[in-house]
């Protein structure tokens, strides 16, 4: 199947600082990309929604701000935490459409990066 | 809204047990329904999916049959190998195209 890498898988930082997360499809090129944050024992939720080269969607209650999403490529996008705090801590993790799939269910066609752990201090 | 509940806890077993782990869902409409799977270190993986009432989705041994009178998507694997522990989400897609996913149950399988 398809590949989606994240980049950190780890990453601890004090309040305050920035942390940038970079999800990549490697083998196909990905039109939209998913942000999701799972905290422990806790089901996935949908963060927002990246287009390539347009603005993300987000979800409602997710600070625009505060996460910020960038699709400049298709096989790139990023997920900068500002200002984190940390109640920020958490799992976030990526996934790519592939648009060459069937359309019909598209749940199948989205793959999943492996993830990144976010600690803030 | 659309939500999937899978039943509380860790599910832990011997090598060649019965596997069953319980998935329902609240949706409006018709759903597409799916097990992912998530080994450790690595990405969640489509394990299966149904897209209608009463189709059965199976893979590896595993199946989920989509029950629109119960609103449920259980899956079972007869004979669980200690190559299956992971951690288990049940997941639907509807027509607004946004995944929703349980909680996740993790399953340990001890030789």
């Known amino acids: 199947g398809a590949v989606v890498s994240q980049h950190p898988s780890w990453v601890i930082c004090k309040s305050g600082t920035s942390v940038k997360i970079e999800c990549r499809s490697l083998d196909f090129q990905a039109t939209t990309m998913f942000w999701y944050r799972q905290f422990p024992k806790q089901s996935l939720m949908l963060m927002a929604t990246s287009n390539e080269g347009s603005k993300a969607t987000y979800e409602q209650g997710v600070e625009k701000d505060k996460f910020l999403i960038n699709h400049a490529s298709l096989t790139l996008s990023t997920l900068t935490v500002t200002s984190a705090h940390p109640e920020d801590s958490s799992f976030y993790i990526c996934s790519a459409r592939d648009p060459t799939r069937t359309a019909r269910t598209f749940g199948g066609t989205q793959y999943f990066g492996p993830g990144t752990r976010l600690t803030v201090l | 809204g659309d939500s999937v509940t899978q039943m509380e806890g860790p599910v832990t077993l011997s090598e060649e047990a019965f596997l069953t782990i319980n998935c329902t869902y609240t949706a409006t409409g018709y759903p597409s329904l799916f097990w992912y799977v998530q080994y450790p270190g690595e990405g969640l993986q489509l394990l299966l999916k149904?897209?209608?009432?009463?189709d059965k989705g199976s893979n590896k041994g595993f199946e989920a049959t989509y029950r629109k009178e119960t609103t449920s998507f259980h899956l079972e694997k007869g004979s669980v190998q200690v190559s299956d522990s992971a951690v288990y989400f049940c997941?639907?897609?509807?027509?607004?195209?946004?995944?929703?996913f349980g909680k996740g149950n993790q399953v340990v399988v001890i030789p």
């Open positions: 997941a639907l897609i509807n027509g607004n195209n946004r995944l929703a």
């Open positions: 149904a897209t209608k009432a009463d």
